[in-house]
């Protein structure tokens, strides 16, 4: 399914964005 290929990239990306993001929190403290 070309939904699922698009939707598991969507995952990765946003799994990448929110682990940046904790990241950047815990440095900003």
Same mark, same amino acid.
Do not use: H, M, P
């Given at each position: 399914?070309? !939904? /699922? $290929?698009? +939707?598991?990239?969507? #995952?990765?990306? #946003?799994?990448?964005?929110?682990?940046?993001?904790?990241? +950047?929190? $815990? !440095? !900003? /403290?």
């Amino acid at each position: 399914d070309a !939904g /699922r $290929e698009e +939707l598991a990239t969507f #995952w990765a990306k #946003w799994q990448y964005v929110s682990t940046r993001i904790d990241k +950047l929190k $815990e !440095g !900003g /403290r």
